[in-house]
């Protein structure tokens, strides 16, 4: 079993900063992909980013040049610092990750954490 927990949500105003956290915990866990989602209210969820095992980064459009994802392999965590933040971003933000895990013989897994908040006030 893979659990993971997200932190860093928050209220901010607009044009301020937040950092989200994502870690996993597992039993000898390799982590592939990370992702970073979002779902505003009354809208479906949304890609942001990706950082792959690698370190091979993509993002969504709206947020390029302002939010950035990374990974530290050594405490399974994965980050999504977001800069100049507006209104528009609003959303509860999803961290997913894949990767394997070893239980009696590896594993994969495909988690999801339990959402952040983010408020973006005008």
């Known amino acids: 079993q893979v659990q993971l927990v997200e932190s860093g949500g928050g209220l901010v105003q607009a044009g301020g900063s937040l950092r989200l956290s994502c870690t996993a915990s597992g039993s000898s866990i390799n982590i592939n992909d990370m992702e970073w989602h979002r779902q505003a209210p009354g809208k479906q969820r949304e890609l942001v980013a990706v950082i792959t095992s690698g370190g091979t980064t993509n993002y969504a459009d709206f947020v390029k040049g302002r939010f950035t994802i990374s990974r530290d392999n050594a405490k399974n965590t994965g980050y999504l610092q977001m800069n100049s933040l507006k209104p528009e971003d609003t959303a509860v933000y999803y961290c997913?990750?894949?990767?394997?895990?070893?239980?009696?013989?590896?594993?994969?897994?495909?988690?999801w954490g339990q959402g952040t908040l983010v408020t973006i006030s005008s």
């Open positions: 997913n990750v894949r990767g394997s895990y070893y239980r009696l013989v590896r594993r994969v897994f495909d988690a």
